[in-house]
């Protein structure tokens, strides 16, 4: 079946570093794949998604290229904020069919 | 565009009691929505999904007479925790697919309901 892994948290940095957090896939075919954010008693924002082959998704600094070569579609922020800490969750699904994620990934910044 | 708006955002009921969470897009049209039960820290765990006009399809292991969806209108889907008990407690989130063509494999999610169940 289908499944993501992500990279294992809690993930900290300080203000303005260098963000990467690593997803890969499994799946028969070409997904459609995501990022989605949950901050602090909310519910998830997508924060980007990408469709086919080499397409990059990108949204409020955030950017992740579909890798077909490495079942990949690593998160990455050039100078991550404060208001980034959060929980990150990178998944993938077939046309309309069922969301599959992964475990998550907490993300603290701090000042 | 696409907001998906859940209420209520809390609930606090004592066991025994049924409790009605009700999951709206507002400015989209959802043929599919999406139920969805996360424990602390953990991800979320699929519990249903859910067609407007037809009946839900549930995941393996929940039960369905216990967690009732109903999907009346391209807008709006409830889900509704029959006889809740204290195990019953948790965050419940729905999620919305974009009907519009070139979009459906996107799901829009509402802010979660937190039940707690005395």
């Known amino acids: 079946g289908n499944s993501v892994t992500q990279m294992e948290g809690p993930v900290t940095l300080s203000e303005e570093a260098f963000l990467t957090i690593n997803c890969t896939y499994t799946?028969?075919?070409?997904?459609?794949l995501f990022w989605y954010v949950q901050y602090p008693g909310e519910g998830l924002q997508l924060l980007l998604k990408a469709t086919k082959a080499d397409d990059k998704g990108s949204n409020k600094g955030f950017e992740a290229t579909y890798r077909k070569e490495t079942t990949s579609f690593h998160l990455e922020k050039g100078s991550v904020q404060v208001s980034d800490s959060a929980v990150y969750f990178c998944?993938?699904?077939?046309?309309?069919?069922?969301?599959?994620f992964g475990t998550g990934t907490r993300l603290t910044i701090i000042p | 565009g696409a907001v998906v708006s859940q209420h209520p955002s809390r609930v606090i009921c004592k066991s025994g009691t049924s409790v009605k969470i009700e999951c709206r897009s507002l400015d989209f049209q959802a043929t599919t929505m999406f139920w969805y039960r996360q424990f602390p820290k953990q991800s979320l765990m699929l519990m249903a999904t859910s067609n407007e006009g037809s009946k839900a399809t549930y995941e393996q292991g929940v039960e369905k007479d216990k967690f009732l969806i109903n999907h009346a209108s391209l807008t709006l889907s409830t889900l509704t925790v029959t006889s809740a008990h204290p195990e019953d407690s948790s965050f419940y989130i729905c999620?919305?697919?974009?009907?519009?063509?070139?979009?459906?494999?996107?799901?829009?999610f509402g802010p979660g309901t937190r039940l707690t169940v005395l």
């Open positions: 999620s919305a697919r974009d009907s519009r063509q070139g979009n459906t494999d996107t799901q829009y």
């Open positions: 799946a028969t075919g070409y997904p459609s």
């Open positions: 998944a993938l699904n077939f046309g309309n069919e069922k969301l599959t």
